[in-house]
């Protein structure tokens, strides 16, 4: 069977459809760079749908959506199921951030815990495998979408103590890239976002790197001296789903304030 053609942009395509009516998935809005992107997303005109285990309390949606104009959160539990809500709802899926999140824990390579890496392994591999196939079903029919994963820039230098946590950050990207491959015919853009020294309270909190010393360890650490905002990873992650370089695709995007 022959491959299918690519689409030519100049032919038409997500450009096309005003901004207010493209819609968006991110996963795990509240952490890591969830955040950064739903802020950025609804600045720059999208629907945005939001995912959180906490969203599927009422409550906590309201609240949620009480602070964000443009985002509606979703009662799905998991990030796979978010998606289906929103082609449901919409009956569209313009783009889709995976952002994927797991404690990088401290463990050395002879004390491996099975159950612990099976459950990393949920959360930063299989999690965002899922959202992918769920995402890609739907643009495949559309002709067009945007699938941004975001990852860790851990497996560029990796630390004694986090191989298994590296290592499926690593996975993870290499699925972006391979993915990428598979659905540029179809118009389907997929990248990776790598960070590392993101201001989040996921990994990089105030408390511990807000402080003088804290500024003072970044100043060592890395060239740019801080670390990398919620609005700059924002920002990064609408130009991936912008349309504005869509020959983008099968990139891992380093964000790391020069440390890699």
Known sequence: MSPPTVLDPSAGGPTDVPPAERVVVVTHATLYAGPGAVSALGAAGFTVVCHDETFTDDENREKFEAGHVSAVACPAKTPAGAVTWAIRRYGRLDAVISNDVYPGKYLPVEQADVTELRAAAEALLVAPVAVVAKAAAQMKRQ???????????APV?????????????AAASAFARA??????????TVNAVAPNFLESET?????????????????GLLPIGRLGTA?????????????RADFVTGEVVG????WA
Request: aromatic content about 14%; hydrophobic content about 35%; overall charge neutral.
């Open 157 to 169: 230098r990796p630390e004694a103590g986090f191989s298994y946590y590296t290592s499926l950050r």
């Open 255 to 258: 964000f790391t304030g020069g």
């Open 203 to 219: 990994y990089y909190p105030e408390e511990a790197w807000g402080t003088e010393d804290g500024k003072e360890r970044l100043r």
């Open 143 to 153: 002709g067009h979408g945007r699938i941004v994963l975001v990852t860790s820039a």
């Open 231 to 243: 609005r700059e990873i924002g920002n990064l992650i609408v130009f991936l789903t912008s349309g």
């Open 179 to 188: 993915a990428a491959r598979e659905l540029a015919a179809h118009y389907v």
